[in-house]
C-alpha cells in the first residue's frame, strides 16, 4: 500500500524534529573558565561592570599603584587593590569585582602589606568581593577592555568567550558604557555575548567592531569577536582623554608634614649596614604616601660633614623618591651628628628648599652605635627653632664602650622629650624595619608635634594693665604702645597664638577676650582703642578676674601667659589670687613701675621671681623691657614639657 503524501510529510517532520533533539542534546554548554588577568591591570580597562578574574602571585609589588581604601579609583591595579583589600594575599587567587560610581576623594592607607595612594577624584571605582558568585548571574568567561589589544592577549594568553544562544533571525546589539552600568549583570553580560545558534566560535587575529558581520561558506553569519564599546565610538571623548592620563599622587592630606632624614654615612656603618638604611628609608617612603597634599621628604647624610642629597621639593611622589635613595652613595668619615644637626636648622627647612610653612617641621636623625661630637646644644636649637627632633640609635654602646661615647645619653638630651615619644633604641640594624611602622605613626600625629609649636605660636597671652589715676594718659599710652610691642614678637591667629586684654581699677573690664582678634593688625588695632579709664588700683580682684573672664577661654594646648603691668602697690592682697594663678597652670609676669612695690611683685610673678618680675623707674624705659620678656618667654617654653 502506498503512502500518502501527507503520511510522508509527518514521517519527515518527526524524523527532523528528532535530529534536532539528538543535535541539541550533542550541543553541551562549555564550563565557565575564571578569566586571568596580569597584576598591572587597571579596572578601568576593563568594561564589565561586574566580572570575575584570576590574579596571579606577586601583585603585591608596589609599581602596582592602588589609590583609595575599601572603595577604589579605577586607575588602581585589580589585583593589587585586591590584597590591600584582604580578599586575596600575595600568593593571587579569584576575586569578584563590582563598578560603582566615581568618588569625590580617595584616602591612601598602609594595609596588608600594600600601601595605597590618596586621590582628589575619579570618575569610576570599583570594590572587591570574595569570588562567590550570585546564584543566577552569569559572569563573562572574556572580559571587555576598552583597547584593541587584551593584556591577556599581550602575555600570550588565550580565552575563549562563552557565548549564550540567540533566537536565529535577530542581531545583536552592541552595549553602551552607560547601558552596561545601568543594566543587571546577567542581562549585560547576555547582550555582549549573544550569537545566532549557528555560528561557530573562532578566535579572529584582527578583532572587528560589534555587529560586523562577513559572508564565510556562502551561507554562514559568523560575528568575529572583539572590543565593543570603545571601538563602536559609544564612550564620550572626554572618558577617552581621561582614560589614559596619569593622576598625580597627592599624599595622604592627614600627615602634612616637612620632613628630613639625617642618614649616617660615616665609615663605621659598613657597606651592608648603610644599605640596610637605605631600605628602611625606601620602607619609610612606601608607608607615608609623599605627595604635595601630604607629606614630603628630604635627605641629608653625614659624616666629616653634612650634605643635602635631595630637598623637599625635589622628588613629589613615594615611587621617585624610592628611585632617588636607592642612588645614594656612602660618604665615609666620622658621625659628626652635631655638626649635621646644626646644618639642617641653619639650611634645611627654608622656602627655597620647599619648606610649606604649615607643615610641621620633623627631623629623624639616624646614628649608628654614637656620635663623635656633641648633639644637646645644637639639637636644643633645633627644637627652639620649631623642629621635631626624633632620634633612632642602632646598635648602641655596650657596657665596655661607653667609655668611647663623647656625650653619655646623647639621645635623651637630643629629643623635645623624655617620654619616649621622640626617641627609638633599636638592638640590631636587622630589626631596624620593626621601627617603620611605630615611626610613621608618630611622625603623622601632628597633635602629639609639640616641638613644632614655638614660643612665638602657641600660647594664650593675657595683658592685665593698671588704669588708676596714678597713671595718668600720657603715660597710659605709653604702657599700650609696650603692650603694642611684646605682640608684635608673636605669631598671632586662631591656631597660633592669641591676645587679650583686661584693665583695671578698683573694677575691672575685659577689653579684648582670646577669641574676638585672629590676625595680628586686628590685635594692635584693639590695643590702640582701648581707652584710659581712672581710679584705685586693686591688683589682687584684677589677677582674679583675668582667671575666671580671660583664661577661662584659654584653649588646653595652649600656654597660658599672663603679663601684669601697674605703677603702684596694690590696696588688696595679691597673695591668694597669685597663688591660684599658678595653680591653674598660668605662667605669671610682673612689670613695676615708679612707686610698684617690688616684694608684691615678686609674690605676683612665677618661680623664679628674677625671671619673671620686671622693675623700672620711668614709663619711657618700658621698651627696653620686651626683649628680655620675650626672651625669657621663649627659654621657659623650650626647657619644661608640653604634653
Known amino acids: 500500500m502506498k503512502a500518502s503524501v501527507t503520511e510522508v510529510f509527518l514521517v519527515l517532520l518527526v524524523t527532523g524534529i528528532h535530529s534536532n533533539k539528538e543535535m541539541a542534546k550533542k550541543i553541551k554548554r562549555p564550563k565557565f573558565t575564571v578569566p586571568q588577568i596580569n597584576c598591572d591591570v587597571k579596572a578601568g580597562k576593563i568594561i564589565n561592570p561586574e566580572f570575575m578574574v584570576k590574579c596571579p602571585a606577586g601583585c603585591q609589588d608596589p609599581k602596582h599603584h592602588v589609590y583609595g581604601s575599601g572603595v577604589y579609583a579605577s586607575y588602581s591595579s585589580v589585583c593589587g587593590a585586591a590584597i590591600h583589600s584582604g580578599v586575596l594575599d600575595n600568593s593571587g587567587g579569584k576575586i569578584l569585582v563590582r563598578k560603582v560610581a566615581g568618588q569625590s576623594g580617595y584616602k591612601g592607607s598602609y594595609s596588608n602589606g600594600v600601601q595605597s595612594l590618596s586621590l582628589p577624584r575619579w570618575r569610576e571605582s570599583f570594590i572587591i568581593l ?224 620647599g619648606n610649606r610653612g604649615g607643615a610641621p617641621n620633623v627631623l629623624v636623625v639616624l646614628v649608628d652605635g654614637w656620635p663623635t661630637d656633641k648633639v644637646e646644644e645644637v639639637s636644643r636649637v633645633a627644637r627652639e627653632s620649631g623642629i621635631n627632633v626624633f632620634f633612632i640609635t642602632v646598635e648602641g654602646a655596650a657596657e665596655s664602650e661607653k667609655q668611647n661615647v663623647v656625650e653619655p645619653n646623647f ?103 582670646f577669641d574676638k582678634y585672629n590676625s595680628k593688625i586686628d590685635v594692635l588695632s584693639a590695643i590702640k582703642r582701648v581707652g584710659y579709664w581712672s581710679g ?45 594663678a599658678y595653680q591653674k597652670g598660668v605662667i605669671t609676669y610682673a612689670v613695676g613701675i615708679a612707686w610698684a612695690a617690688q616684694d608684691e611683685l615678686e609674690i605676683i610673678a612665677t618661680h623664679p621671681a628674677r625671671e619673671h618680675s620686671f622693675f623700672v623707674d620711668e614709663f619711657d624705659n618700658l621698651h627696653k623691657f620686651v626683649p628680655r620678656i620675650i626672651q625669657n618667654i621663649c627659654t621657659e617654653f623650650n626647657s619644661q614639657p608640653r604634653n
Not at 623635645?416 to 627609638?424: A, E, L, Q, W
Not at 601684669?564 to 596694690?570: K, Q, Y
Request: hydrophobic residues 35%.
Open 130 to 353: 570574595e569570588s562567590k558568585p550570585q546564584k543566577g548571574t552569569t559572569y563573562p568567561s572574556t572580559l571587555t577592555y576598552s583597547s584593541s589589544k587584551t593584556p591577556a592577549a599581550k602575555a600570550g594568553e588565550t580565552t575563549k568567550a562563552y557565548e549564550n544562544p540567540s533566537i536565529p533571525g535577530t542581531t545583536t546589539q552592541p552595549v553602551t558604557l552607560t547601558q552596561a552600568l545601568t543594566l543587571p549583570v546577567a542581562e549585560a553580560t547576555h547582550r555582549a555575548t549573544s550569537v545566532p545558534l549557528a555560528t561557530s566560535v573562532t578566535s579572529s587575529p584582527r578583532p572587528q567592531p560589534v555587529g560586523h558581520r562577513s559572508r564565510e561558506m556562502g551561507e554562514m553569519d559568523s560575528w568575529k569577536p572583539g572590543p565593543i564599546l570603545l571601538d563602536s565610538g559609544f564612550v564620550p571623548k572626554e572618558e577617552l582623554s581621561t582614560q589614559s592620563s596619569e593622576p598625580v599622587p597627592q599624599g595622604d592630606p592627614n600627615c602634612k608634614v616637612d620632613l628630613s632624614f639625617l642618614i649616617d654615612g660615616s665609615a663605621s656603618i659598613g657597606k651592608r649596614r648603610f644599605r640596610i638604611q637605605k631600605q628602611f628609608l625606601a620602607d619609610v617612603v612606601q608607608a607615608l604616601d609623599i605627595g604635595p597634599a601630604g607629606p614630603l621628604m628630604g635627605v641629608i647624610q653625614y659624616g666629616d660633614n653634612p650634605a643635602t642629597q635631595f630637598n623637599l621639593k625635589t622628588h613629589m611622589n613615594s615611587q621617585d623618591l624610592k628611585t632617588a635613595i636607592e642612588k645614594i652613595t656612602q660618604r665615609g668619615g666620622l658621625s659628626n651628628v652635631g655638626r649635621a644637626i646644626s646644618f639642617v636648622t641653619k639650611n634645611f627647612f627654608s622656602k627655597a628648599n
Open 411 to 513: 639621645a635623651i638630651k637630643a629629643v623635645c622629650r623624655t617620654n619616649g615619644f621622640y626617641s627609638f633604641n633599636v638592638q640590631s640594624w636587622f630589626s631596624l624595619h620593626k621601627t617603620v611602622q611605630p615611626l610613621v605613626k608618630r611622625v603623622c600625629d601632628t597633635d602629639r608635634l609639640a616641638c613644632s609649636k614655638t614660643c612665638l605660636n602657641s600660647a594664650d597671652i593675657g595683658f592685665v594693665i593698671d588704669g588708676s589715676s596714678s597713671v595718668g594718659t600720657s603715660n597710659f599710652r605709653t604702657v599700650l604702645q609696650f603692650v603694642a610691642n611684646l605682640s608684635k614678637e608673636f605669631e598671632i591667629s586662631d591656631t597660633d597664638t592669641r591676645v587679650g586684654a583686661v584693665q583695671y581699677t578698683y573694677e575691672q573690664r575685659l577689653e579684648f577676650g
Open 536 to 580: 584705685g588700683t586693686s591688683t589682687g580682684a584684677a589677677i582674679q578676674y583675668a582667671l575666671e573672664q580671660l583664661f577661662s577661654k584659654s584653649k588646653p594646648n595652649k600656654r597660658k601667659v599672663m603679663i601684669l603691668i601697674t605703677d603702684g602697690r596694690s590696696y588688696d592682697d595679691v597673695r591668694i589670687p597669685a597663688m591660684a
